[in-house]
């Protein structure tokens, strides 16, 4: 196993193994940058050991009144320093380097999935968890490689490298020094154990607030229509002081750990000089040796307390990345070893049943056939599995019985990479992506040229807006950019349908967010959009039933008529209610409209 499920459906998380592992995989194409990285910092940290030497002889020189000498040794000390510091920041940088590049390897695989995972798996593990995992663990892990990686780097070869200077002044300055490793030792070990479950239960109780957060404030209008504010607010409360709980439990954590590391420098420094009075008396070492001991085990607190302290950075990046490592592993949908080849456009479903949860069923054995560029309205009340059904043709989710052929081939047979391209869905929840609007429309076909995308924009009666906008077609629009009303936002989600230019477009309540006053022009773009293709239409508005070819009714998550819009008004049946209904809203709101 390379990843360990959560519960509740959560996405899953990368055991340490897996995360080790994965971290190897994506470091080893960039070997000899790693290696010049470490030898680097390896030299310059044996080039800063001279300081401590030549200090202990300025001493020396200094207790002899040798006053003289002592320039050329400071002459040296500045030598030490420059090179040093040359040589620290080549070899942070080159370290730095390598983690930025194997992070942003890891984003690309980590976005890779995501965009391709199952919308259920998204929907079932909740939009707050993959949300935490977007920003809050990427940041972790970006600002460990930054920041503590490079560090960390440093100090362990600081560590390991004074160590080894200690026994050549003499091994029994390494003895008193190693004094302090036990109680440092155990301390890492101590806080280890302890962080590594607590940070990761820290990011799952985020994740599960934002889930909260998300959900109420994104269907605030819902919470106070129902009354559901004390709820809403017991929930986040709750959620909250789990939160607080985890955090206050990481602040007890890291403060014991402190103390217990001053505990350790108290013991090693105790030691060194108790040895260095010791060599000093007996004649083994003069006073500068002593002197240099003393500074390399002093010169020790610093990238000793920085690797220890680093920990804790390391622990929460380490439980952020087993997040990100766990989406990233996930496996892609297969594509079938023969990908069967749909002959035309036509869609047929077969008696196609779907439930979310079990026992709790959405669709009911659906027959339901569109032939090659047919255009079909599907209208019913709200929760008839109208949106369920386009999805499932779209290919989003799989259907729990029955069949949806392609071109007499099945959605499975033909694999996930033909559907995309054989099938469009357009919904109401479209999205502008920031950046210039031309990029935001090559979204859909790459290499468009310029001319193009004025043609799809043309063909949806968005072309004199787009040209009207500060900048045109490099206006840049979404986040910081200029701002586009509903209405355009959906034209651009039309014009890209237009230059994907599938077979298939499912088009589900996508001129619901236009308002009365855009409604009919969005309407002719949608119809021009589809034109020639074979279209499913969830239609929000029933002046899209009527101009379509065929119509079907849902209810209840079964198909209860279906037929031309005259054909079922005239029958009297569930099409022309909802028909009546819809026309009396508009007479009325007509009336009131020219009352006012």
Excluded at 192 to 220: C, D, F, S
Excluded at 362 to 374: K, Q, R, S
Excluded at 550 to 568: N, Q
């Amino acid at each position: 196993m390379t990843s360990a499920p959560q519960d509740s459906g959560l996405l899953p998380v990368a055991t340490p193994a897996r995360t080790r592992a994965a971290v190897r995989e994506l470091a080893r194409p960039h070997r000899l940058l790693a290696l010049g990285g470490f030898g680097t910092l390896v030299v310059a940290t044996a080039v800063g050991l001279f300081t401590q030497p030549l200090l202990g002889r300025i001493v020396d020189l200094a207790a002899d009144r040798k006053v003289d000498a002592i320039t050329g040794v400071v002459l040296l000390l500045v030598v030490v320093a420059v090179v040093q510091g040359l040589l620290t920041g080549f070899g942070v940088s080159r370290i730095a380097k390598l983690g930025e590049t194997v992070l942003a390897r890891l984003r690309e695989r980590f976005v890779e999935r995501v965009l391709g995972l199952p919308l259920e798996r998204v929907e079932r593990a909740g939009s707050g968890d993959l949300t935490v995992r977007v920003t809050g663990d990427v940041s972790l892990v970006a600002d460990a490689v930054r920041s503590a990686l490079p560090e960390l780097a440093r100090s362990v070869v600081a560590i390991v490298l004074t160590f080894g200077a200690l026994a050549l002044l003499d091994w029994r300055f390494l003895v008193a020094a190693l004094l302090a490793v036990p109680v440092q030792a155990y301390t890492a070990r101590w806080y280890v154990r302890g962080a590594v479950p607590l940070y990761a239960e820290q990011r799952v109780v985020t994740g599960k607030l934002q889930q909260q957060l998300l959900a109420t404030i994104g269907g605030a209008t819902t919470v106070r229509a129902l009354r559901l504010e004390t709820a809403h607010t017991e929930r986040v409360t709750t959620r909250s002081r789990a939160a607080v709980d985890v955090t206050m439990r990481g602040v007890k954590l890291v403060l014991s750990f402190y103390c217990r590391l001053h505990v350790g420098e108290f013991i090693g420094l105790a030691g060194v000089l108790g040895v260095g009075y010791w060599l000093v008396r007996d004649g083994s070492a003069t006073l500068g040796t002593a002197t240099a001991a003393a500074l390399y085990f002093h010169s020790l607190f610093g990238p000793i307390n920085a690797a220890l302290v680093l920990l804790d950075d390391a622990q929460k990046a380490t439980a952020g990345l087993s997040r990100i490592v766990g989406v990233a592993d996930l496996p892609l949908p297969e594509e079938p070893s023969r990908p069967a080849t749909a002959r035309d456009a036509s869609v047929t479903v077969t008696g196609l049943s779907h439930a979310y949860d079990n026992g709790h069923p959405v669709l009911h054995g659906i027959d339901l056939t569109l032939a090659p560029g047919e255009k079909v309205a599907l209208v019913g009340a709200s929760g008839a599995g109208k949106t369920t059904l386009a999805k499932l043709i779209a290919g989003i989710h799989q259907p729990r019985a029955g069949t949806i052929r392609l071109g007499g081939a099945e959605l499975t047979d033909l694999g996930p990479a033909a559907v995309r391209r054989a099938i469009a869905l357009v919904t109401q929840e479209t999205h502008v992506f920031s950046g210039p609007l031309a990029e935001d429309l090559r979204l859909a076909r790459p290499g468009a040229s310029d001319a193009e995308l004025r043609e799809a924009l043309t063909r949806v009666d968005a072309l004199t807006w787009v040209e009207a906008l500060p900048d045109g077609l490099g206006t840049v629009v979404g986040d910081g950019g200029h701002r586009l009303t509903s209405a355009q936002t959906q034209s651009l989600a039309l014009a890209r349908l237009v230059l994907a230019d599938p077979p298939v477009a499912i088009l589900d309540e996508a001129t619901a967010e236009a308002g009365s006053t855009g409604a009919r022009a969005l309407e002719k773009a949608a119809a021009s959009a589809v034109e020639g293709r074979t279209a499913l239409i969830v239609a929000h508005r029933l002046t899209q039933a009527a101009t379509a070819d065929r119509v079907v009714v849902l209810d209840a998550g079964r198909v209860v008529e279906t037929g031309t819009h005259d054909e079922l008004r005239t029958a009297g049946g569930r099409y022309a209610a909802l028909w009546e209904a819809w026309a009396g809203t508009r007479a009325t709101a007509h009336a009131k409209g020219h009352g006012s």
